[in-house]
């Protein structure tokens, strides 16, 4: 995997699939990237610059570990496009990845051609997801035969009085199949100190961020799944208002990784925005 130097020295890696004018992508988690794949075929229509975050995939681990908090991985990506060369970049975030994504656009926007926000977590600009939200996505899946001891999980977390994250997975696809099972057990976090730090405090200025948003002359495209547990659509349209020039779409049937549930509706949604 290729390699370059963070503004601290740490060395990350990323990965390079497909051919044409390059989308830097940063993936969820802060996981391991190679869930992404190929994000259901897109590096057919343009070329993939998928990043692992540090203390990930092929990442080092750094030397100051609060260098994990959200809001200093965007250095990280600035430093990426400087070492790819580019003046501008289109740039495309799944899930926590969106949250980097977002303030880095609010930090330069000027490098940014287009934004493309996965799944689009919200807490960079402090939009709350409430288990109203969640409660009401899930019943959507009630008559899924895997919903009794899911939604009991769900509803224990929810109150407080649970935390058997695992049970609830099922919520995350459109389909709890074979390959949903696969692509879970392979998207686990495996540094768990940087999932931690991620959201510490300080990682996130809401306002601030908010507000350079609504100056943002970039195009977005925020895409959420229809049963997305984890980025509900009613939150992503909420999201969808803080920029002068955002198109939402829901792709009907998905959960929270919508090139697994139907790679062509996503891939035909996400290339005709990139161009």
């Not at 963070?6 to 990237?33: E, Q």
């Not at 080092?60 to 200093?72: E, I, L, M, N, Q």
Request: with cysteine; glycine share 10%; charged share 20%.
């Amino acid at each position: 995997m290729p390699t370059f130097p963070a503004p601290d020295g740490t060395r990350l890696a990323y990965r390079v699939i497909g051919d044409g004018d390059p989308v830097v992508c940063l993936p969820g988690g802060p996981t391991d990237s190679v869930y992404l794949g190929d994000l259901g075929g897109l590096s057919t229509h343009r070329q993939l610059i998928i990043v692992d975050f540090r203390g990930t995939g092929g990442s080092a681990v750094p030397a100051d570990t609060s260098s994990y908090r959200c809001d200093r991985l965007v250095d990280d990506v600035e430093a990426l496009r400087e070492h790819l060369g580019l003046s501008r970049m289109d740039l495309l975030g799944h899930s926590a990845g969106t949250n980097v994504a977002t303030q880095y656009v609010a930090r330069y926007p000027k490098s940014v051609s287009k934004l493309a926000l996965i799944g689009p977590g919200p807490r960079a600009v402090g939009i709350a997801i409430t288990g109203e939200m969640r409660h009401e996505l899930a019943q959507l899946r009630k008559n899924e035969p895997w919903f009794p001891a899911a939604f009991a999980a769900l509803e224990a977390i929810t109150e407080g009085t649970g935390s058997d994250w695992e049970a609830i997975a099922p919520f995350f696809w459109g389909r709890w199949d074979a390959a949903a099972r696969k692509h879970h057990a392979a998207s686990q976090p495996s540094n768990k100190e940087a999932v931690a730090l991620f959201a510490a405090e300080g990682a996130f200025h809401p306002e601030i961020t908010r507000a350079a948003l609504a100056g943002c002359e970039s195009p977005v495209l925020l895409l959420a799944g229809e049963f997305d547990l984890n980025s509900p659509p009613r939150s992503a349209a909420e999201f969808a208002t803080l920029f002068p020039h955002a198109t939402l779409v829901v792709q009907p049937g998905a959960g929270h990784y919508p090139w697994l549930d139907d790679a062509d509706q996503f891939v035909a949604t996400t290339a005709a925005f990139l161009g």
